[in-house]
């Protein structure tokens, strides 16, 4: 496994490639910035949210409106700060008028998301809201139903604890579901303090072997001429 600086190197060469993306046209041309994420690039503990939003567009950091204010109070109470973790998104670029991301946008920019956690190992992965949720469960089923449940999955190359949590951004104006997003994240502390997964083991590709050299078959005419002129 390569080294932490390594791995940071590897992301910023993938952030740099991120910045001139346009797999998607339309978010290219609407957008002020490419979002990438922020934080810890060695973090145990990562956040995936759903797309920027205008401010998050204009400063190119995640998080830094009113949902990120909460996400930094109720990082605050659980003892962390937003350089002990690593926050991104689904989405790296704002959907315009901040309309739900598309399916085909969530499949040309999630290449990007398992780069970033495959490069990042963190150990518990936190999704935050429905999209995120879906997308690194592989499965449709909402956050209503899965928040605070826990699970172990393979995801691309790495196995995490993948923790879907609310949105902020849902809590921010229903006070019963900021209470159910302040209890969930008060586990967060618990489930970094187990012990690490076991990763699989990587698949080493060995390298082809050269080909044998073809075996000279005389050509039996040239053997004959050749005999011919023996004689
Ligand atoms: N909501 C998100 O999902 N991400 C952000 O970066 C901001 C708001």
Known sequence: MSSASERREELKAVFHQAQSCVKCPQLAAGRTTVVFGSGNADADLMF???????????QGVPFVGQAGRLLD?????????????????????????????????????QDYLFRQLELIEPKVVCTLGNFATKLLRADPTGITRL??????????????????????AAAL???????????????LPELLALPGLDQPQPVVVEPEPEPEPEPVIPDPDLVYDEQLGLF
């Open 73 to 109: 109070t109720l990082l605050g109470e659980i003892g962390m700060a937003r350089g002990d973790v690593f926050v991104c998104n689904v989405l790296k670029c704002r959907p315009p008028g901040n309309r739900d991301p598309l399916p085909q946008e969530i499949d040309n920019c």
């Open 48 to 58: 995936v949210g759903e797309a920027p939003g205008a401010n998050e567009d204009k």
């Open 147 to 168: 928040h605070g449940r826990v699970e172990e999955r393979l995801i691309g190359p790495r196995r995490v604890r993948l923790y879907p949590i609310y949105h902020p």
């Open 173 to 187: 104006y229903t006070p019963a579901m900021a209470e159910i997003l302040r209890a969930d994240f008060r586990r």
